[in-house]
């Protein structure tokens, strides 16, 4: 189970939304020329705020399956719902030109936020929790999976202790970006990397949840 959160986790960081994010702003910090104790300031509490938002919504989940169960209602809507954002994020990677109304504008629907360039402790807090909450939509499938699988093989607090490492590996990326920042060439190639591997990481992720979805039906089922 640990090797399964630790994967997931990373996976799950691997989106457009927050590293995206942190790439358009980051860049504009740079090119405002701020004091580096007002840059750090920015970038520590924007990630903390993406951790804190990301795993609340994972908390919340993880106690709702608690409390009525996995095998019942919401084991199955969990197993369903991964399929369905699985499918759809391999439509995605095979077909991005085909928009499903109303399911394509939902799960694509992070952009980055219009925000004037006044960079206070307030501004990162606030964009990290809409990055946060705005991700769930956009990779959410893979989360919602590995809780349901900790609901399944955990007690509640063992699941708590998992969900904090996932996101852990979630801010992975996002730490990475934020050390680099101070080194141009590694900056620039990180930058690059992210534009190359958007369309790769959402065959992995597809693939990912429906494989996940389907191991928590075989479950369900036995």
């Known amino acids: 189970m640990l090797y399964l959160v630790l994967v997931n986790g990373l996976l799950d960081s691997f989106n457009p939304c927050a590293i995206g994010v942190l790439i358009f702003y980051l860049t504009l910090i740079v090119s405002l020329k701020l004091r580096r104790a007002t840059f750090i300031r920015f970038?520590?509490?924007y990630i903390f705020a993406t951790y804190a938002t990301y795993f609340l919504i994972g908390l919340g989940m993880l106690r709702v399956m608690h409390l009525f169960g996995i095998h019942n209602f919401f084991g199955w809507l969990a197993a369903v719902l991964v399929l369905i954002v699985g499918l759809h994020t391999l439509k995605e990677y095979f077909f991005p030109f085909w928009h499903i109304p109303g399911l394509s504008s939902f799960l694509g629907r992070c952009r980055i936020p219009k925000w004037e360039p006044h960079i206070t402790v307030l501004s990162a807090i606030t964009l990290g929790v809409l990055i946060g909450i705005c991700e769930f939509p956009c990779s959410g499938g893979v989360y919602l999976a590995t809780v349901s699988l900790l609901t399944v093989k955990n007690t509640f607090w063992q699941g708590v202790s998992y969900l904090l490492l996932y996101n852990v590996m979630f801010i992975l990326p996002l730490v990475a970006l934020f050390i680099s920042v101070g080194n141009k060439p590694v900056?620039?190639?990180?930058?690059?990397?992210?534009?190359?591997?958007?369309?790769?990481?959402?065959?992995?992720?597809?693939i990912s949840m429906i494989l996940s979805g389907i191991l928590l039906i075989i479950w369900l089922i036995q």
């Open 43 to 45: 970038g520590l509490f």
């Open 187 to 206: 900056f620039g190639a990180l930058q690059k990397l992210h534009i190359k591997t958007i369309s790769t990481t959402k065959l992995v992720m597809g």
